[in-house]
């Protein structure tokens, strides 16, 4: 081989390392950016939820000490987050999220015809309904049955519901949702989420929510969260 093509390999040599190096840079960055991205966007959807319900902090500091008696096991959480989104059938089978009803306080409550403690809980809810309810405030009580519906509005009727409006989840789509975020492990489970569509509240069993206690902490989460 002459001089001139030992030099002219050396180069081609060199250059393919050269070369190698900056691929391998490359893809050690683009590997430290994917790990950095992955690190600082969910910081970054967690700042903005945090930001989103950061003027219902106030409401959870009005309404924890008020978590007595018939509602002691409310759970208030301290910094209050954004509700989980569930959709269900209103009245009619209208199709809602919990964003039809922003502005309002409201008193999620998950049941079923088969619970038996919702049957005890659902006249109490019912009577809040009559007392509290109306444009700063509504008890949405979401029946999860998914077999035998037409037992639903039977079972309203038995125990005397008059005020509650009718909402439905007949394929408990919900109720999976909220477990898969933690939130509910059984019926009845209740979530008191203010104006704002924040996540004050939750509880899992029955409450006597027309009880003083209850309607004493509500009447200060609905005054409180007022938007």
Do not use: H
Request: aromatic share 6%; charged share 20%; hydrophobic share 45%.
């Amino acid at each position: 081989m002459t001089e001139n093509g030992k030099q002219k390999t050396t180069r081609n040599s060199s250059a393919g390392r050269g070369m190698r190096v900056i691929v391998i840079a490359v893809a050690i960055f683009l590997a430290i950016a994917g790990v950095l991205y992955a690190i600082v966007q969910p910081a970054n959807k967690q700042n903005a939820a945090n930001s989103a319900c950061a003027a219902s902090t106030t409401v959870a500091q009005a309404i924890r000490p008020l978590a007595t008696g018939d509602v002691a096991s409310l759970n208030v959480p301290r910094q209050p987050k954004p509700a989980t989104p569930l959709a269900f059938d209103g009245p009619g089978g209208k199709r809602l999220t919990l964003a039809d009803f922003a502005g309002k306080t409201i008193l999620v409550n998950l049941w079923a015809t088969w619970c038996a403690p919702c049957r005890a809980e659902m006249p109490a809810l019912d009577r809040l309904q009559a007392r509290l309810g109306g444009a700063s405030f509504e008890v949405v009580a979401i029946s999860i049955d998914t077999a035998r519906l037409e037992r639903r509005q039977m079972f309203l009727g038995s125990v005397g519901v008059k005020s509650l409006a009718f909402y439905s989840d007949d394929k408990a789509n919900i109720f999976q949702v909220l477990k898969q975020a933690g939130k509910v492990v059984g019926l009845p489970t209740t979530i008191l989420i203010d104006g704002r569509g924040c996540e004050i509240g939750v509880m899992a069993g029955p409450a006597e929510w027309d009880s003083p206690a209850a309607v004493k902490l509500l009447e200060t989460a609905i005054s409180s969260g007022k938007t």
